[in-house]
């Protein structure tokens, strides 16, 4: 017998084995389940950090930081809160003054105007008491001023009346300080010119020019007799003013006023472009036209003549610079007096593939070709500093001779003819840099050349001088070793300038003796001469900045892949980074392109400016990009001439490559990537959409765009383009018409003024066109009734960048997704 009692009953194998199984189900079940619920719970605490550093894109507070500082809006911008303060000393080119520079200008001070010197504060004279005078019982106000060059007589302008972009028309009338008498040249008039001796003064009327005497105080002679409305002497028509010498004057008196060199441009043949204006005058029910001559590409251009008139025996003569007739096709692009009666003219075909270089004798009235170039692929750009260099046999020049600009292993460098009258020249600097708008200034008593270079980098500016005395060498005159942009102006002497930093530090101005043999003891800015005085430091703006978080811009350069011959696509670039930016966000921050693009142009240039940009990044919480891409200015002439004939095609490929490489960037939406550019911007905006077809960028404003190079004018365009005759493929292809691939973003603006003579509306009429024909339909329009280029009339200005700014808003926030 067991102990303990009972028999204990035993499990069958079978029943066992089923058991089992059913307890590793369970088992299973409950593990799957428990995954799901860890899996769930480590999805939902995975997601409360990923949605705190990863928030929805919002709008940020408008007015401050978080650090509580305050931040850039349209109000701080447009009451000039950041708008630096620039001087220009209307320097006086007295008779004798060279030699004796006491770097007189003219100022308005204590209700008068008066000249001053910079160099010893007693000099004070006084031209002129008070801004208005009284003639024929009328009361009219100094608009316009300039000094005689022997300082007794001033020429005043006043009823002044805008023409085009340079040009002005005004009653002008001599004041006599010993006199004290105003004696009335003529109303209407489109300009007048004081001769260097003083004596005369050339002015146009009615398209024909005049002398008048200051001796015996009246109009002694009509130079012309032929001007008309389609006639022009001695002032330029629209095209000339706008593209080839930007500027109200087609006259030049030689240096000692025996001669009077002048254009005359027949507009004839030039096709006629009709503007209508709507809201000129409310009592209006018709609209206003107004006509002007527009030559478009591969229409008639005006032809202009070069006449000289001799004021000893009052003839005139015609050299023949520009080929004979109307069909004629040259531009006279610029004149330089070379000495008492040689005169130098530069002309190029209507494309800008050939300069050829004049010396015209007005003594012997002959004229010859002095020089004949090739641009050689590139084209020949206008310039008009060219630089009279005068003979002086003591430091070994025996002929008159003068400074340009040529290119230079693909750079644009000084060259020095030392005779005007032959092809030799001596090259003055070199290397992979370029000289910025030819030789500035000659100093003839210390012998020095200025002019200012891109040596340290192509977005800054530093001025230097080439000691003419030795073998040519460049020394510095502003600091290289700090980054800045400068400009400067000389006084008659060329011994003080007023130099202007511009950036990209707070800018200020200062007048320097450049003959001192001083030097600062605080180096800022310039590192030859002595700082005598700042005219303006822009110590407001320096205050200001204290209290504002402006959002900090980077300058960069850019690597956006090969191109076809394998090197590397090097650009200039800046950012924009938006006020309390953070790296460590995803997929958050919406990019804002601001592009210009056109040939040989640059955006990205240290300079210092807070305007509509930083609004964007500020308001918008946006990143800012520029970029300045292949076809730009400054870095060569292989960069810029590769858009010759094709416009819109690499400068889009590089836009779009730039938004490519912003789009990988960890913090950035690139759903969320727009590009806004106006005039060549606007234009290169609509074909870089029309290029990526909304593959990198989403939304696009293009406001006063060319959309077809045909209706653009011929001086510009065919510079770039030829004429639509020579590369009819190259105008279609250049043109806006793609507008299939335009309807793949989510969404464009399209804003013009209807009164631009520059780009006409016609470009935004006929791309609408366009797109009603192909059913596009995802775009907003906004016009600006009289508006010209620069959108302005009845507050078009405000209204402008007010819808530019909102419209980007409501991109960023979603609102035209597809």
Request: charged content about 25%; some cysteine; glycine content about 6%.
């Amino acid at each position: 017998m067991e102990d303990g009692g009972e028999e204990v009953e035993r499990i069958p194998d079978e029943l066992f084995t089923s058991k089992k199984k059913q307890l590793l189900d369970r088992l299973i079940r409950v593990g799957i389940i428990l995954v799901f619920l860890v899996w769930g719970t480590v999805l939902v605490l995975k997601s409360i950090p990923y949605h705190s550093k990863i928030p929805d894109y919002h709008e940020p507070n408008p007015d401050y930081t978080k650090d509580g500082k305050l931040k850039v809006s349209f109000a701080n911008v447009r009451n000039n809160t950041f708008l630096p303060k620039y001087h220009d000393l209307q320097w006086i080119n007295a008779i004798g003054t060279e030699e004796s520079d006491l770097g007189l200008y003219v100022t308005f001070m204590n209700d008068s105007y008066v000249i001053k010197s910079v160099y010893e504060d007693s000099y004070h004279d006084v031209l002129l008491k008070g801004k208005t005078f009284i003639h024929n019982g009328q009361n009219l106000t100094v608009q316009s001023m300039t000094a005689s060059p022997d300082l007794k007589q001033l020429l005043i302008r006043t009823n002044s009346v805008q023409n085009w972009r340079h040009s002005t028309f005004g009653s002008y009338f001599v004041y006599n300080k010993e006199s004290s008498s105003f004696d009335l040249i003529g109303n209407d008039v489109a300009l007048a010119i004081w001769s260097p001796n003083s004596n005369n003064i050339a002015y146009v009327q009615d398209n024909n020019i005049y002398v008048y005497s200051t001796e015996s105080r009246k109009t002694t002679r009509a130079v012309t007799d032929d001007g008309n409305p389609f006639l022009f002497n001695g002032k330029p028509d629209w095209v000339y003013e706008e593209e080839v010498f930007e500027d109200d004057k087609a006259l030049w008196w030689s240096p000692t006023g025996d001669y009077l060199a002048f254009l005359k441009i027949d507009e004839s043949e030039v096709g006629e472009f009709i503007i209508p204006y709507y809201v000129q005058n409310d009592k209006d029910v018709y609209p206003e036209m107004r006509s002007i001559k527009y030559p478009k590409s591969g229409t008639p251009n005006p032809h202009a003549e070069l006449w000289v008139y001799c004021m000893k025996d009052e003839s005139s003569y015609h050299p023949r610079v520009n080929g004979d007739g109307k069909g004629s096709s040259i531009l006279i692009t610029e004149l330089t007096w070379v000495g008492d009666e040689d005169v130098l003219v530069k002309t190029t075909d209507r494309s800008s593939d050939m300069l050829t270089v004049f010396l015209v004798d007005t003594n012997a009235k002959s004229s010859y070709a002095v020089r004949n170039e090739s641009a050689h692929g590139g084209w020949w750009e206008i310039t008009h500093n060219t630089l009279f260099i005068p003979a002086n046999e003591t430091l070994g020049r025996p002929h008159n001779g003068y400074v340009d600009i040529l290119p230079i292993n693909g750079y644009n460098h000084l060259a020095y003819f030392e005779n005007s009258n032959n092809t030799h020249y001596k090259v003055l600097t070199t290397g992979d840099w370029e000289v910025v708008n030819g030789p500035l200034a000659f100093d003839s008593k210390m012998d020095r050349l200025y002019y200012i270079s891109t040596q340290k980098h192509s977005t800054e500016r530093h001025l230097h001088y080439i000691d003419f005395q030795s073998q040519p060498k460049m020394h510095q005159v502003t600091d290289i070793f700090k980054e800045g942009v400068f400009d400067i102006s000389f006084s008659s002497g060329r011994r003080f300038g007023l130099l202007t930093y511009k950036g990209p530090d707070v800018p200020y101005q200062k007048i320097v003796d450049f003959h001192s043999h001083k030097t600062d003891t605080y180096i800022e800015g310039n590192i030859l001469g002595e700082t005598l005085y700042y005219l303006e430091r822009n110590e407001e703006i320096s205050k200001n900045l204290e209290d504002y978080s402006i959002p900090k811009k980077i300058f960069q350069e850019l690597n956006l892949g090969k191109d076809e011959s394998g090197a590397d696509i090097l650009v200039n670039s800046y950012e924009i980074l938006p006020n309390d930016f953070d790296a460590t966000l995803i997929d958050y921050y919406p990019v804002f392109f601001f592009a210009y693009g056109g040939p040989n142009s640059q955006q990205v240039i240290k300079t210092f400016s807070v305007g509509f940009n930083e609004v964007v990044a500020s308001q918008l919480n946006a990143i800012v990009v520029v970029v300045d891409g292949r076809g730009t200015g400054f870095k060569g002439q292989r960069f810029r001439s590769l858009v010759r004939d094709k416009l819109g095609d690499y400068e889009a490929r590089d836009q779009i490559s730039a938004a490519s490489l912003y789009g990988s960037l960890s913090f950035v939406d690139s759903q969320k990537i727009s590009l806004f550019g106006w005039s060549y911007g606007g234009y290169l905006t609509l074909k870089t959409l029309e290029k990526d077809a909304g593959e990198h960028f989403k939304y696009g404003m293009s406001v006063a765009p060319v959309t077809d190079w045909r209706f653009y004018d011929s001086v510009y365009t065919e510079r770039y383009m030829h004429t639509p005759q020579e590369n009819f493929d190259g105008y279609v292809e250049s043109s806006v018409h793609n507008v299939t691939a335009l309807a793949q973003v989510n969404r464009f603006l399209l804003m013009h003024g209807t009164g631009d003579d520059n780009v006409h509306f016609q470009n935004s009429l006929k791309f609408l066109d366009l797109l009603n024909l192909n059913n596009v339909e995802n775009y907003d329009v906004h016009v600006f009734p009289d508006s010209d280029h620069s959108i302005r009339y009845h507050n078009a200005n405000v209204i402008v960048f007010d819808k530019l700014l909102a419209w980007v808003k409501h991109a960023f926030n979603g609102e035209f997704t597809k």
